[in-house]
């Protein structure tokens, strides 16, 4: 499914606050992953740059999502944390 800019922006935030947890190391590491994040065009794409990090409910899943009410990841199971 692709992704709203609202989506993305939350992806961004979720981004910063794992940096000042000190979960990525550099900030060349948050830059690579911020330049990621706003050229992602699906759900998979914003998946991919937080495999390596703790889940956060993933808010930035339901930040645009309104329709069908549930978001899949690459094994077609519903997101964890997902509120539709």
């Known amino acids: 499914?692709?992704?709203?800019?609202?989506?993305r922006?939350?992806?961004?935030a979720e981004l910063r606050e794992h940096f000042a947890?000190?979960?990525?190391?550099?900030?060349?590491?948050l830059d690579?992953?911020?330049?990621?994040?706003?050229?992602a065009k699906t759900?998979?794409?914003?998946?991919?740059l937080f495999t390596d990090l703790p889940s956060s409910g993933h808010g930035w899943a339901s930040a645009g999502a309104?329709?069908?009410g549930q978001a899949s990841g690459s094994s077609g199971t519903p997101e964890m944390g997902f509120v539709g």
């Open 66 to 68: 309104s329709g069908s």
């Open 1 to 7: 499914m692709r992704v709203s800019d609202a989506e």
């Open 32 to 39: 690579q992953r911020l330049t990621s994040v706003f050229a």
């Open 9 to 12: 922006e939350a992806a961004a």
């Open 43 to 48: 759900r998979a794409d914003l998946n991919a």
């Open 21 to 29: 947890s000190g979960r990525l190391s550099t900030s060349d590491e």
